[in-house]
């Protein structure tokens, strides 16, 4: 089956150290997303790539950082997670930025200890 | 502040219970609308989604959700709920040719068997 594929289900991560949360998608879809989703909260977008193009939110803190390498793997970087940044992470995908409908990941949750 | 707003956070029904969860808007001018819900453990699922068109939408597995443009509300139903509905729902809009998709803060279900 085609979907969304986020690796790994669960990380736990020290105060300041780097982390990388990675997505791949077999769906070919051309935009991919990063949602941030703390508990109890509205999940909110980071950031997107429209294939190669990368979209950051206004508000996204400079702390996260996103690779898209190709089409299939997008990457997650969080160079000095601090105990705020602890959350669920949701990423999804869209055929295209025109499509509305979007596919998700079951999301990689982020402890920082 | 533009926003989606899903006014009952926990909600608990015993089966063959009717449920109508409330989802409400601020946005102006042409929307898209959607429910996702994310069954315990699992990814966000599109349950419905609205463009255009007849306003009470059909969705899987039973629901449906009617479109009030006057009241700015996209309230999601099902006339007889099972235990397997126990899960978190979330409301979503997307302004017209926007690329977000804006989430309200969920609602949890549970539904006894």
């Known amino acids: 089956d085609a979907m969304v594929i986020q690796n790994p289900r669960y990380q736990v991560t020290q105060f300041g150290k780097p982390v990388t949360l990675s997505c791949s998608q077999t769906?070919?879809?051309?935009?991919m997303y990063w949602y941030q989703q703390k508990s109890s909260q509205a999940p909110k977008l980071l950031f997107h790539?429209?294939?190669?193009?990368?979209?950051n939110e206004a508000d996204t803190p400079d702390n996260f950082q996103s690779r898209r390498p190709n089409t299939s793997f997008c990457f997650l970087d969080i160079r000095s997670p601090g105990l705020g940044d602890a959350a669920m992470y949701l990423c999804?995908?869209?055929?295209?930025?025109?499509?509305?409908?979007?596919?998700f990941g079951p999301g990689t949750r982020l402890t920082v200890t | 502040a533009q926003s989606v707003s899903q006014h009952n956070h926990h909600v608990i029904l015993s089966e063959a219970a009717s449920l109508e969860l409330g989802c409400n808007y601020s946005y102006g001018g042409t929307v898209n609308l959607f429910w996702y819900v994310q069954y315990p453990g699992q990814h966000l699922q599109l349950l419905l989604k609205y463009f255009s068109g007849d306003p009470l939408v059909k969705g899987i597995k039973g629901f449906e959700a009617e479109f009030i443009k006057s009241k700015f509300s996209f309230n999601l139903r099902k006339p007889s709920v099972q235990w397997s509905d126990t899960a978190e729902y979330f409301c979503a809009v997307n302004k017209d040719s926007s690329y977000k998709l804006i989430f309200g803060s969920g609602t949890r279900l549970l539904v006894r068997p």
């Open positions: 790539y429209y294939d190669k193009d990368f979209n």
């Open positions: 999804a995908t869209s055929r295209d930025l025109g499509i509305r409908e979007q596919y």
């Open positions: 769906l070919n879809h051309n935009v």
